[in-house]
């Protein structure tokens, strides 16, 4: 694959890189917002070689491209980068909804690596300490756990700089905003009890750690007073007043209001989650594992991520163990097809798209590759990801750290053969359905 020269074929067919407002990639997704969506020629660029499909969704032109996402992010900001005037373009609002899970997708992707390689790392641990190579006691332990916990722990501060650079203001006072909330005189307040004040009213204490909604709101409040003050604050005074003021107005504002909120967002999330699945973890873990997979195709599962480090947080997140069938369904049909094909390029695809996908859990090569192409085996999905779901909703099955569902990831699910029950019955599921009631007739072309 020629990179220069999909990257200019893509920014042409985009409508030229005076119609790209902004460019960011996942782990196989190309993510642009547009000026004017309507300057773009979609069927041509699902046409271009190494594109498995494109996606309009969360107020983003999404281009689905697998591993080939780097080295293609790198050619294409070569192209839109390089200097040129062009005239103004009024850019139309996205809506409300769009808005959010755009906000949510640009925080969390730069963290993606970072998350998935600590949750791996989490699992390997587990895997090291439960065949008795490794003692909870040693130093070694203890410095790899420092090296998988660190991320999580210190989230607010990391999430504090991608929202603030996504909101276009100060990434440092945003990070610095979530600093606060575990800088350690503050985190030791807790130690004589859950009440202090501030200028005599009475602060809520609480551990912020590895937590996501407060500094979500948090960061959001200080992007809109950050706006307000550049207006009002002479310039010249920006550099020191705009972060003075700030942290002044936000973080107190913060431990008084916004956190103490956002614990209490989440915490009700959770416990709505823990009682539909108490209720009946049969048909909760069902829709989950049988509608994962829609969110994944339209981009919309990054508005899950905050629930589910949030659940993390508070000792575990029961979503995971129920979505995590979906990834494995999907795992299953490219199995089927592998075996099933008699097409030599069908027969790669099918097996270049699995093997990413039972080791490091990244399967929109599946689905943008395969199932869009092969419409027929979405049914499979659902049908082996509503089973497999549905079971390990029984079982009660639960992630105790972040990592896309995987075989090496299996170690960060518990209890685990449980859960190896509840994924492998979608695996095979799936591959059976897909070997013996076939994926398509013919092979679609063109």
């Not at 809109?224 to 604050?233: D, E, F």
Request: proline share 4%; charged share 15%.
């Amino acid at each position: 694959m020629n990179y220069r020269s999909f990257a200019k074929d893509v920014v042409k067919l985009l409508g030229g890189k005076q119609n790209i407002s902004s460019l960011v990639h996942c782990a196989t997704r190309l993510r642009f917002n547009l000026h004017d969506s309507g300057k773009t020629d979609k069927p041509a660029i699902e046409k271009l070689e190494g594109v498995l499909g494109v996606v309009e969704s969360g107020g983003q032109f999404q281009i689905i491209v697998g591993k080939h996402v780097e080295d293609a992010y790198k050619e294409i900001e070569k192209v839109i980068s390089s200097t040129e005037t062009a005239e103004p373009v009024d850019e139309p609002k996205a809506s409300l909804g769009n808005r959010i899970f755009e906000v949510i997708s640009r925080s969390f992707s730069p963290l993606l690596g970072a998350l998935a390689g600590a949750g791996m790392l989490k699992a390997l641990l587990t895997v090291l300490t439960m065949v008795g190579w490794l003692s909870t006691e040693s130093g070694t332990y203890f410095i790899l756990s420092a090296a998988a916990n660190s991320v999580f722990y210190f989230l607010p501060i990391f999430l504090g700089i991608t929202l603030a650079t996504k909101l276009g203001a100060n990434p440092y006072v945003g990070g610095t905003i979530g600093a606060a909330l575990l800088e350690p005189n503050f985190a030791g307040l807790l130690e004589n009890g859950d009440r202090s004040d501030f200028l005599g009213i009475p602060v809520l204490l609480m551990d912020y750690s590895s937590t996501v909604f407060p500094v979500f709101i948090a960061v959001c409040i200080y992007a809109a007073l950050n706006n307000l003050l550049k207006k009002i604050i002479h310039k010249d005074l920006h550099l020191f007043m705009l972060p003075l003021l700030s942290l002044i107005i936000i973080v107190p504002l913060t431990v008084l209001i916004f956190g103490p909120f956002g614990i209490y967002v989440g915490d009700a999330i959770g416990s709505g989650i823990g009682f539909l699945s108490s209720k009946s973890g049969i048909l909760t873990g069902a829709v989950m594992g049988a509608g994962w997979t829609f969110l994944t195709l339209f981009g919309l599962h990054w508005g899950v991520v905050p629930i589910i480090i949030s659940n993390l947080g508070s000792g575990g997140d029961p979503l995971s163990g129920m979505l995590a069938a979906a990834p494995f369904a999907q795992m299953g049909v490219a199995l089927g097809i592998f075996l099933k094909a008699k097409d030599k390029n069908l027969k790669t695809l099918g097996g270049s798209t699995l093997l990413p996908g039972l080791l490091s859990g990244v399967t929109e090569p599946i689905i943008y590759g395969l199932l869009v192409r092969f419409k027929r085996t979405i049914i499979y999905v659902i049908i082996a990801g509503a089973v497999g779901g549905a079971i390990n909703g029984l079982f009660g099955a639960k992630a105790t750290a972040f990592a896309f569902p995987s075989v090496l990831a299996i170690p960060a699910f518990t209890p685990m053969g449980l859960y190896v029950i509840g994924v492998g019955v979608a695996f095979v599921g799936a591959t059976l359905l897909t070997v013996f009631l076939g994926y398509e007739d013919k092979i679609k072309k063109g």
